[in-house]
């Protein structure tokens, strides 16, 4: 993909590596640019799942465009946070071309050459793992314990190489001061875990049960699995990079050039960096005067300071919106399907919803109990105010603490499996920024 020109000015990138270190030159540009053009506001967006440079360009370009034109007399400058993610080339995004995707003889999904590619840059030095689960999903061997090995080798491929940080940052709730365990995609049987996966693409695609649907085939749901742990990472790989990097370069920012605001834009799991990037503040820092969550792909609980199902446990980034000077808008969908459906799954916990495994109706259950906020909003945060995005664009909104707006009307397109997720290139949510940070 072309690079494309960036649609606002002046524009800065941020490039960070899985364990959250800047790139320095970049960094140093960023610091001596903002008091050069006398930037006011500084927009920061950090994208979700996302595969190159390029389409991580396209998308802030795209989004950034109606900025000018809607905040004339801003001084505002825009920064795009570059991080290591990816994405299956099976899932749609609004506006883009979708990349055809083989299936076997059967119809299950195989791996493209796109979605190779991208486990194979997500996941340098694993080349020999990313074959044989190709080859495992291309084949589905019949043999009793194949299906195991199939997710043995995705947890090996998604692991964590010591002694880098990363593990430090894949919990959203915290239990008497423990990071929650791994979900059980990871510790269950391999083939209840595809089970469940398969199950709930059928309700997804195609309604659930019905004329012309036979028993599931847990290999359905062996490229779900994949997908899963591959985003389990990214939202580790999210937290590490908004604490250990982008919350302390905000500090630095705030040092060389204490009167700019900073505004904090995320997508997807960019959404649970820019949160984590709270985290990363030096203390008595308050340039951050606003964050915008664009269907957070992380836990509902995370800004809890109780979890209802739990009064020992919380959320890992509770009081954290009190880092803000200024409020932490939180928009979700009903449309995002990749939320909804195979968020909730891929998060439970070990001996948490069984039986969900048996079909796709425990799926309230288990968007409840491991929902996101992409989905749900903020959840279990007294004084949380919640508006329509109609209703939040005609009005003030809150000047502080968590605001949930529903964004259901013009977050809406977008196939299976992940629905609406990525459906975020609006005029309507640009203005939302814009009211959040009192921009103009």
């Known amino acids: 993909m072309a690079q494309p020109a960036m649609s606002v000015a002046p524009y800065w990138e941020l490039t960070f590596d899985a364990d959250g270190d800047v790139d320095g030159a970049q960094r140093d540009r960023l610091l001596a640019g903002v008091r050069q053009r006398g930037v006011r506001d500084l927009i920061v967006f950090a994208h979700g799942w996302n595969n190159d440079r390029a389409g991580a360009t396209l998308l802030y370009s795209r989004f950034l465009e109606p900025f000018p034109r809607l905040a004339p007399t801003a001084r505002t400058g825009y920064v795009g946070v570059l991080w290591p993610s990816m994405r299956f080339a099976d899932e749609p995004i609004p506006d883009l071309p979708r990349t055809a995707v083989p299936v076997t003889a059967t119809g299950g999904p195989v791996l493209d050459e796109g979605t190779r590619h991208a486990l194979l840059e997500t996941f340098p030095g694993r080349a020999v793992l990313v074959e044989q689960i190709a080859r495992m999903l291309e084949q589905r061997p019949p043999e009793e314990g194949e299906l195991a090995e199939f997710g043995r080798l995705v947890r090996l491929l998604v692991e964590v190489v010591p002694p880098g940080p990363q593990a430090l940052f894949a919990a959203d709730t915290v239990a008497e001061g423990v990071p929650q365990d791994e979900p059980e995609m990871f510790t269950g049987a391999t083939a209840d875990v595809c ?109 809890a300071g109780r979890l209802p199902h739990d009064p020992r446990a919380g959320g890992v980034l509770q009081g954290q919106q009190n880092r803000i000077d200024g409020p932490l808008v939180c928009c979700h969908s009903r449309h995002d399907s990749a939320l909804g459906t195979m968020y909730p799954l891929a998060s439970r916990m070990a001996g948490d919803a069984r039986g969900a495994a048996a079909g796709f109706g425990a799926g309230d259950l288990l968007d409840a109990k491991w929902g996101a906020l992409g989905r749900n909003g903020v959840r279990a945060v007294p004084g949380t105010r919640g508006f329509l995005l109609a209703e939040a664009l005609t009005g003030r909104l809150p000047a502080s603490g968590c605001v949930n707006v529903d964004a259901s009307a013009v977050v809406r397109r977008g196939g299976a499996p992940a629905g609406a997720h990525s459906d975020i290139v609006h005029p309507e949510l640009a203005r939302l920024v814009l009211a959040a940070g009192r921009i103009g």
């Open 195 to 303: 089970e469940a996966f398969a199950a709930a693409l059928r309700g997804s695609q195609a309604g659930g049960e019905g004329p012309g649907f036979g028993p599931l085939d847990p290999w359905d749901g062996a490229h779900e699995l994949l997908r899963q742990a591959t985003y389990y990472t990214m939202k580790r790989r999210a937290g590490t990079v908004g604490e250990r990097g982008l919350g302390p370069l905000a500090g630095r920012l705030a040092a060389v050039a204490p009167g700019v605001r900073v505004h904090l834009v995320g997508h997807s799991f960019g959404a649970r960096l820019v949160s984590f990037a709270l985290r990363g503040l030096p203390r008595g820092v308050r340039s951050v005067k606003s964050v915008t969550l664009l269907q957070g792909a992380f836990s509902h609980y995370a800004f």
